[in-house]
C-alpha cells in the first residue's frame, strides 16, 4: 500500500483522562497522520512530517476536520439491527416478544449474509471500526458475519450463542453440541486475518452450570479466545439469578465458578453490581461494557462509571444494537453523559473520547493493535466533518477549547459527522459517495 500523509487536526490518546488529563492525549491542530501498509508510520504537527515525507507519498488534505481513531464498539448484536426501536418492553420480555423470534431467522445462512453486510456498512457509516459481536445459538450466523468483515478487513471478535435453558426449543442448544459448535467456529476462525472468536454464552439464566463449565473448557483449550455475555442489566434478572444459582454469593459468582473471568472476558452492562462484584472484576482483570442507550431504553438503570474507575475495571462503550437506540458512538457518548449526570458525575468528554477509542482498546486486549495512533498500529481512523450540519458548524466556530469542541461534537453530533472511514489504510467509507457495492456477498 502506497505511503499516505493525512492533513487535519488530529487528535488520540495515550492513556485515560481520569488519571492523568493533561498527558493522556495528543492533540494537533494543524496535524498530520502518515500511514503505510496499513500500519501507522508517524504522527505529529503537519509541517516537520511534511518536510519529511512530501517527496515520497500522496497528501491528502482534509479541510474542517479533525482525525480520530477508530471508533471501538464494545457490545453489540449484529441479528437485532432489523428490531431497533422495538416498543415497550424491559429486558425479560423484550428477548421473549421480539429478540428470539428475530434470532431464530438466521439458521438461514443466506439471511444472516445479507444482514451482516448491511450491520457491517451501517458500522462503517457511523465510523466504527473495531466491534464486540453477538451471534445466534445457530454457527451459520457467525460464518455469514466474518465472511462479510472479512471482506471488508475489519478487526471483529464474534461468536455463537450458547443457550441451553430458558428460552424457546427452537433457540435452544446442548452444552456438548455449544461445545462442538464453539470449538469449530474457534478453529476456522480465531485468528485468521483480523478475526477474533468469543466465546458467548447469552447470560446466566440461560445456560445451565453444565453449559458454563463447558465455556469455561472452552476457554482454557483455546487460550486467546475471548469471553462476551451480559450481567446485572436489570434488577428482575440479578433476581432470576439468585432464584436459579441460590448457592452463590452474586450474580458474578456463576460465572466465576465456570472459569469464565478474565483479561479477555467482557461482561456486558454491569448496571447492579455489589462492591464485592467489583472487586473481584478488577481482581480477575475482567472488561465492562457501558451501553447507555439500551440502559435507558430498557429502563434497566444507570451504569455506575464512577465505580469501575474506582476500582480499576477496564471499560469500553457499547451500542447494544438492538436495545440500543443508534449504531453511533457520537449519540451513545452523549447518553454516557447525562446516565453519569443523573449520578451526579460529571463525564468530561476527554474521557468520552477515550472510552470510544483507546479504552475500547484496552477493554478488549487490543491496545498493541489500535486505540491510537502510535507508530506501528493498525490504520484505522475517522476523518470527522467540523462542518457537518449548520448548527454543529456554528457552535464549533465559537469554542474555545478542544475540551469545548469535543463536548459540542458529542452532544449536536451523529453519523452525518463521519465523512471519512478508513480501514488499515484504506477508504472503506465516504459519506458524500455512493456505498461500494462490489464487496457483496
Not at 457509516?125 to 468483515?149: K, Q
Not at 434478572?237 to 456463576?254: G, I, K, N, T
Request: with cysteine; proline share 4%; glycine share 6%.
Amino acid at each position: 500500500m502506497k505511503r499516505c500523509l493525512h492533513r487535519a487536526a488530529v487528535l488520540h490518546f495515550l492513556d485515560d483522562p481520569s488519571r492523568d488529563a493533561e498527558n493522556s492525549y495528543e492533540y494537533f491542530p494543524d496535524g498530520a497522520l502518515v500511514t503505510e501498509g496499513g500500519k501507522i508510520l508517524a504522527v505529529g504537527e503537519a509541517a516537520p512530517l511534511l518536510a519529511r515525507f512530501a517527496d515520497d507519498c500522496e497528501v491528502r488534505e482534509h479541510p474542517h476536520a479533525l482525525l480520530l481513531p477508530g471508533f471501538i464498539d464494545t457490545h453489540i448484536h449484529y441479528p437485532q439491527m432489523d428490531i431497533v426501536g422495538a416498543h415497550g418492553e424491559q429486558l425479560l420480555q423484550w428477548l421473549d416478544r421480539y429478540v428470539f423470534p428475530t434470532e431464530a431467522k438466521f439458521a438461514d445462512k443466506s439471511h444472516a449474509k445479507q444482514v451482516a453486510q448491511r450491520f457491517l456498512q451501517e458500522l462503517l457509516r457511523n465510523g466504527t471500526t473495531t466491534a464486540l459481536v453477538f451471534g445466534t445459538i445457530h454457527p451459520e450466523s457467525v460464518d455469514a458475519f466474518f465472511e462479510a468483515a472479512e471482506a471488508f478487513d475489519l478487526r471483529m471478535i464474534a461468536g455463537k450463542v450458547m443457550m441451553d435453558r430458558n428460552a424457546p426449543d427452537y433457540l435452544r442448544d446442548t452444552a456438548q453440541s455449544s461445545y462442538e459448535d464453539s470449538k469449530a467456529l474457534i478453529e476456522r476462525w480465531h485468528g485468521r486475518g483480523r478475526a477474533r472468536y468469543a466465546v458467548t454464552p447469552r447470560f446466566a439464566p440461560t445456560s445451565s452450570a453444565e453449559q458454563l463449565d463447558t465455556a469455561g473448557r472452552l476457554l482454557q483449550e483455546h487460550p486467546g479466545v475471548y469471553l462476551h455475555t451480559h450481567m446485572s442489566e436489570n434488577l428482575n434478572e440479578v433476581a432470576w439469578v439468585e432464584e436459579l444459582f441460590p448457592h452463590l454469593d452474586h450474580y458474578l459468582h456463576s460465572y466465576d465458578d465456570a472459569g469464565l473471568l478474565g483479561r479477555r472476558s467482557v461482561f456486558a452492562h454491569c448496571v447492579h453490581l455489589s462492591d464485592d462484584e467489583w472487586r473481584r472484576m478488577a481482581a480477575t482483570e475482567s472488561n465492562a461494557a457501558f451501553c447507555p442507550t439500551s440502559n435507558l431504553f430498557l429502563g434497566s438503570g444507570l451504569f455506575p462509571l464512577h465505580k469501575a474507575e474506582h476500582y480499576g475495571v477496564n471499560v469500553g462503550l457499547g451500542t447494544d444494537i438492538g436495545a440500543g437506540t443508534s449504531f453511533s458512538l457520537l449519540e451513545t457518548i452523549d447518553e454516557a453523559y447525562k446516565v453519569q449526570q443523573l449520578q451526579g458525575h460529571s463525564l468530561t468528554p476527554l474521557k468520552s473520547f477515550y472510552l470510544a477509542t483507546l479504552g475500547g482498546a484496552r477493554t478488549l486486549d487490543l491496545e498493541a493493535e489500535l486505540g491510537n495512533f502510535q507508530a506501528g498500529k493498525e490504520a484505522d481512523f475517522l476523518v470527522l466533518d467540523l462542518a457537518a450540519t449548520p448548527l454543529l458548524e456554528r457552535r464549533l466556530s465559537l469554542c474555545q477549547s478542544l475540551f469545548e469542541t469535543l463536548f459540542v461534537l458529542s452532544t449536536l453530533g451523529d453519523d452525518r459527522v463521519i465523512r471519512e472511514t478508513w480501514i488499515l489504510g484504506q477508504q472503506r467509507h465516504h459519506r458524500d459517495r455512493v456505498a461500494d457495492t462490489s464487496l457483496s456477498l
